[in-house]
C-alpha cells in the first residue's frame, strides 16, 4: 500500500498543480478574446450595422407583398421572387431576361473596350520618364473625381440629335436625318466605357510598373517577337491587374444606373435603372428588393469564378499560354 | 577548320535532331544543321569583336574600342569589378544592346544589327529570368517552341536537356517552387536545349551559396567540356574566374587590360590593376636597378630577369618561402627578416602581415601541409625567401 501511494505521489502533485495552471490558461484566453474584440470589435459593428443588417432587411423586403404605396405589406409571399423571373399576372414575360442578359453584355463589353483603351495608355505611360508618369497618370484619373452625373451629361451634348457627331454620322448615312447618336445602346457603351477607364488602367499600370523585364529580355534572347514575346513575356505578368480590372469595371458598369438612365433611354433598360424605377417611378420595393438580391447573388457568383480564376493562376503550370 | 567539336550535345545524344527550321530565320539559327565552316571561314561559336563601343547617356564610356577573338568550343570569361563594362559588352553579344561602332562577328557573320530574337545564342541571367507562369518543362521548351520545333522533337529535347542537368523530377513543378540552384539548372537548361553557337552566362552564380556554387562551377565547366559549345561568362569573383575558364579577360573601365589563359595572366600579370584583382600580392614600385637587382622601398630585390623598361615588381603570397629564424639559408639573395603582426589561419592556410626590419609589410601565404609547430603567432620572428624566379616584373 505504501508503495502504491508513493508511485501515485508524483502524478498527484502534477495534478495539484493543474488547476493553477488551468487558471492561467482561463485568463489568457479571456485576454485573448478580449484583444479579439477591441481591435476586431469596431470593424465588426460597421460590418454589421452597414452591410448585414441591411442587406438581411432587403432580403425580408423581397419576401413582403406590395401595399398601397408600393411599400412592404403583410402577409409574406413568393410573388417578387417570381416576378424576378418574370412571371406577373399577364403570365411569363422576356423583359426581364433580356434586361439582365443587355446589362451583362454592356458591362463585358464596357470591360472589353476599357482593357482595349487602356493597354496601349498604361505602356504609353511606362514608356515616359519616372518622374513623369504619376502625373500622366493623374490625367487618366482626374475626370472620375467630378461627378458622374456631370460627365454623363457632357456626353449627352456630345452626342444628342444637334451634335456634330450626330451630324457626322448622319451625312455619313450611319444614322437617321433628326436623330441622334444619344439615347442608344451605342451611347450607352460609350458612356460606360468613358466612365469606368480609369478603373481599368489604375490596376493595369500598377501591374505594369512593376513589370520585370528581364522575362522581356529572356523572351527575346529565346527567339520571341513583336506579339508573340508580347503574349508570352508582357501579357501574363499584367494579369492579375488584368483581372482586377475587370472586375473594377465590369460589376459596377453591370449595375450602372446613372448612364443608362442618360445616355440609354426608354428602349434599353439596363437593370440598375429597373431597380431605382421600382423604388422612385412606380414604386414595388418588395419586387426592387428582389431585383436586388438577384443582382448580388449574380455579382457574388462573378467573383467567385474570378477568384477561382486568379488562385489557378497563382499556380498554373502554363494554362495562359 | 574542324566540324563539330566531337563533345557535342549532338554527339551526346545519340540519335541526330533533324533541322526543321523553317523560314529566313534559317540564315540566322543555323543551329540544327551539321556545323560547316561559315562565310568568312570562320567557324561555329567564334566571336569576334572589333573595335567595339559602347557610350551610354551622359558620356559614360562603358565599353572603350574592344577587340576580341574567342575561340569556338572556349570557356571564356570577362572579369573585372563591377562597372567595368563586362555585362554591357555581354548584353551586346547577346544582341540586348546595339554598338555605337566596330562589328560583331558570331560564327563569322556580321551580328551587330541583328536584333536578340535572330542570334544564335542564348543566355542564362543573372535573376535567371524564369517565366513564372511557365512550369520547368514549359520554360526550357520556351525557346523551341518560338523557333516552331515539331512538337515530338520538342519534347525530346526538352527530355534529354532535363535528364542531362538532372531536373527531370520537377518538370512539372514552377520556378517559385523551387531552390536557387535548382532554378540556375533550369536557366541552363533553357539555354542548353536550343543547341546555341555560344551560351552567355551573366553572373549565374552569384546568388547562391559558397558551397553550392562551388559544385556549380566544376559542373557548368564539365557540361561544356562536354557539350562543346562556346561559353561566355561574366564575373567579378576572380576565383570562380580562376576555376572555370580556359582564358580570361580583365576589364577595367571599359577596356581590356589583358586577355589569355587563365595561367599566364595570374601569374604573369601585365598590369598593378590585374595583379591585384586576380588574386593577392605584393607590389613595389622602384626607380632604379643594377642588372637584375631592383632598388625597391624594401632594399635590394634581386629578380630572375634582365630588368629592361618595367618598374614594378610584384610576388604572390604564396611564393613566398618562410623560416623559422635558425633555419633560414644563409646563402641565398632576398632574404628579408621580420616579424609577425597578424596571422590569419584559413584552415588549409595561413595568412601572415609580416613587418620587416624598415617597417614595410609584406602579406605572405603558407599552407599548412606541416605539423602545427610550424607556425608563428604575432610577435614571432621569421624570416622570408623572395625567389628571384617568383618575382615578376611589371610594366609602369
Same mark, same amino acid.
Given at each position: 500500500m505504501d508503495e502504491l501511494s508513493d508511485a501515485a505521489g508524483v502524478p498527484m502533485s502534477a495534478i495539484t498543480n493543474a488547476p493553477q495552471s488551468g487558471t492561467a490558461e482561463r485568463a489568457e484566453r479571456l485576454a485573448r478574446a478580449w484583444r479579439l474584440?477591441?481591435?476586431?470589435?469596431?470593424?465588426?459593428?460597421?460590418?454589421?450595422?452597414?452591410?448585414?443588417?441591411?442587406?438581411?432587411?432587403?432580403?425580408?423586403?423581397?419576401?413582403?407583398?406590395?401595399?398601397?404605396?408600393?411599400?412592404?405589406?403583410?402577409?409574406?409571399?413568393?410573388?417578387?421572387?417570381?416576378?424576378?423571373?418574370?412571371?406577373?399576372?399577364?403570365?411569363?414575360?422576356?423583359?426581364?431576361?433580356?434586361?439582365?442578359?443587355?446589362?451583362?453584355?454592356?458591362?463585358?463589353?464596357?470591360?472589353?473596350?476599357?482593357?482595349?483603351?487602356?493597354?496601349?495608355?498604361?505602356?504609353?505611360?511606362?514608356?515616359?520618364?519616372?518622374?513623369?508618369?504619376?502625373?500622366?497618370?493623374?490625367?487618366?484619373?482626374?475626370?472620375?473625381?467630378?461627378?458622374?452625373v456631370v460627365r454623363t451629361y457632357a456626353w449627352m451634348e456630345l452626342l444628342g440629335p444637334g451634335s456634330a457627331l450626330s451630324h457626322l454620322a448622319q451625312t455619313l448615312g450611319l444614322l437617321p436625318p433628326h436623330l441622334g447618336l444619344m439615347p442608344g445602346l451605342l451611347?450607352?457603351?460609350?458612356?460606360?466605357?468613358?466612365?469606368?477607364?480609369?478603373?481599368?488602367?489604375?490596376?493595369?499600370?500598377?501591374?505594369?510598373?512593376?513589370?520585370?523585364?528581364?522575362?522581356v529580355e529572356a523572351g527575346r534572347d529565346l527567339y520571341?517577337?513583336?506579339?508573340?514575346?508580347f503574349w508570352s513575356a508582357v501579357f501574363p505578368q499584367t494579369l492579375p491587374g488584368l483581372l482586377s480590372g475587370i472586375i473594377l469595371v465590369a460589376i459596377p458598369a453591370f449595375?450602372?444606373?446613372?448612364?443608362?438612365?442618360?445616355?440609354?433611354?426608354?428602349?434599353?433598360?439596363?437593370?440598375?435603372?429597373?431597380i431605382a424605377a421600382q423604388f422612385l417611378q412606380t414604386p414595388n420595393w418588395p419586387y426592387g428588393a428582389a431585383l436586388t438580391i438577384f443582382m448580388l447573388i449574380f455579382t457574388c457568383a462573378g467573383l467567385l469564378v474570378f477568384r477561382v480564376m486568379s488562385k489557378r493562376?497563382?499556380?498554373?503550370?502554363?494554362?495562359?499560354? | 577548320m574542324s566540324g563539330r567539336l566531337p563533345g557535342s550535345l549532338n554527339a551526346f545524344i545519340a540519335e541526330p535532331v533533324p533541322a526543321t527550321i523553317t523560314g529566313n530565320r534559317a540564315q540566322h539559327l543555323p543551329m540544327s544543321a551539321p556545323v560547316a565552316a561559315a562565310p568568312n571561314g570562320s567557324i561555329r561559336g567564334a566571336i569576334a569583336l572589333e573595335g567595339i563601343s559602347r557610350v551610354f547617356g551622359g558620356g559614360v564610356i562603358a565599353v572603350d574600342q574592344i577587340n576580341l577573338t574567342i575561340q569556338p568550343g572556349e570557356f571564356f570569361t570577362l572579369l573585372g569589378p563591377s562597372g567595368c563594362g563586362k555585362t554591357t559588352l555581354l548584353r551586346m553579344i547577346a544582341g540586348f544592346e546595339t554598338p555605337d561602332a566596330g562589328r560583331i562577328l558570331i560564327s563569322g557573320r556580321e551580328m551587330q544589327n541583328v536584333p536578340a530574337h535572330l542570334r544564335a545564342v542564348n543566355t542564362v541571367f543573372q535573376s535567371y529570368a524564369l517565366?513564372?507562369?511557365?512550369?520547368?518543362?514549359?520554360?526550357?521548351?520556351?525557346?523551341?517552341?518560338? /523557333?516552331?520545333?515539331?512538337?515530338?522533337? !520538342?519534347? &525530346?529535347?526538352?527530355?534529354?536537356?532535363?535528364? @542531362? %542537368?538532372?531536373?527531370?523530377?520537377?518538370?512539372?513543378?514552377?520556378?517559385?517552387?523551387?531552390?536557387?540552384?535548382? /532554378?540556375?539548372?533550369?536557366?541552363?537548361? !533553357?539555354? &542548353?536545349?536550343?543547341?546555341?553557337?555560344?551560351? @552567355? %552566362?551573366?553572373?549565374?552564380?552569384?546568388?547562391?551559396?559558397?558551397?553550392?556554387?562551388?559544385?556549380?562551377?566544376?559542373?557548368?565547366?564539365?557540361?561544356?567540356? !562536354?557539350?562543346?559549345m562556346t561559353f561566355v561568362f561574366v564575373t567579378h569573383d576572380q576565383h570562380e574566374a580562376l576555376v572555370m575558364s580556359d582564358r580570361i579577360a580583365v576589364m577595367e573601365r571599359g577596356r581590356l587590360l589583358q586577355v589569355g589563359p587563365v595561367l599566364d595572366v595570374y601569374e604573369q600579370p601585365r598590369s598593378v590593376f590585374v595583379a591585384e584583382f586576380l588574386g593577392q600580392s605584393n607590389i613595389w614600385k622602384f626607380a632604379t636597378h643594377a642588372g637584375n637587382v631592383a632598388q625597391t622601398p624594401i632594399g635590394n630585390l634581386v629578380v630572375g630577369a634582365p630588368i629592361g623598361t618595367q618598374r614594378t615588381a610584384m610576388i604572390r603570397p604564396e611564393k613566398i618561402w618562410l623560416y623559422p629564424e635558425a633555419e633560414a639559408p644563409g646563402d641565398r639573395?632576398?632574404?628579408?627578416?621580420?616579424?609577425?603582426?597578424?596571422?590569419?589561419?584559413?584552415?588549409?592556410?595561413?595568412?601572415?602581415?609580416?613587418?620587416?626590419?624598415?617597417?614595410?609589410?609584406?602579406?605572405?601565404?603558407?599552407?599548412?601541409?606541416?605539423?602545427?609547430?610550424?607556425?608563428?603567432?604575432?610577435?614571432?620572428?621569421?624570416?622570408?625567401?623572395?625567389?628571384?624566379?617568383?618575382?615578376?616584373?611589371?610594366?609602369g
Open positions: 474584440w477591441i481591435t476586431a470589435g469596431p470593424g465588426l459593428f460597421w460590418i454589421v450595422l452597414f452591410l448585414v443588417l441591411p442587406s438581411m432587411i432587403l432580403l425580408a423586403i423581397g419576401f413582403f407583398s406590395i401595399g398601397n404605396y408600393g411599400n412592404p405589406h403583410l402577409p409574406l409571399t413568393l410573388t417578387p421572387i417570381r416576378e424576378v423571373a418574370g412571371y406577373s399576372i399577364l403570365g411569363w414575360s422576356p423583359a426581364n431576361i433580356t434586361t439582365i442578359l443587355r446589362s451583362l453584355l454592356q458591362a463585358v463589353s464596357a470591360a472589353g473596350l476599357t482593357i482595349l483603351l487602356a493597354y496601349p495608355v498604361v505602356f504609353f505611360i511606362i514608356a515616359q520618364p519616372p518622374a513623369l508618369r504619376p502625373l500622366l497618370l493623374l490625367f487618366v484619373i482626374l475626370p472620375s473625381w467630378t461627378n458622374q451611347a450607352m457603351q460609350i458612356g460606360l466605357t468613358y466612365n469606368y477607364l480609369p478603373y481599368m488602367v489604375v490596376p493595369l499600370y500598377a501591374a505594369a510598373e512593376k513589370l520585370d523585364w528581364s522575362l520571341a517577337s513583336g506579339a508573340r514575346l449595375g450602372d444606373y446613372v448612364v443608362p438612365t442618360l445616355l440609354g433611354g426608354g428602349k434599353s433598360m439596363m437593370i440598375g435603372a429597373l493562376l497563382g499556380s498554373s503550370e502554363g494554362s495562359m499560354l | 517565366f513564372p507562369h511557365l512550369s520547368v518543362a514549359e520554360n526550357i521548351e520556351f525557346g523551341l517552341r518560338m /523557333r516552331r520545333i515539331a512538337r515530338p522533337e !520538342r519534347k &525530346l529535347r526538352v527530355d534529354r536537356i532535363m535528364a @542531362l %542537368l538532372q531536373i527531370d523530377a520537377f518538370a512539372r513543378r514552377n520556378p517559385a517552387q523551387l531552390s536557387g540552384g535548382q /532554378r540556375q539548372r533550369v536557366a541552363l537548361a !533553357r539555354a &542548353l536545349v536550343n543547341e546555341p553557337d555560344v551560351v @552567355l %552566362l551573366d553572373e549565374p552564380l552569384s546568388a547562391l551559396d559558397a558551397k553550392l556554387r562551388a559544385e556549380l562551377q566544376v559542373e557548368l565547366m564539365r557540361m561544356q567540356k !562536354r557539350l562543346g639573395p632576398n632574404l628579408f627578416p621580420g616579424t609577425v603582426r597578424e596571422a590569419i589561419y584559413q584552415g588549409a592556410s595561413t595568412h601572415y602581415h609580416v613587418e620587416l626590419a624598415d617597417g614595410a609589410m609584406i602579406l605572405a601565404l603558407d599552407t599548412n601541409n606541416q605539423a602545427a609547430e610550424r607556425s608563428w603567432g604575432p610577435g614571432e620572428k621569421l624570416v622570408l625567401e623572395l625567389k628571384p624566379g617568383n618575382i615578376m616584373l611589371i610594366d
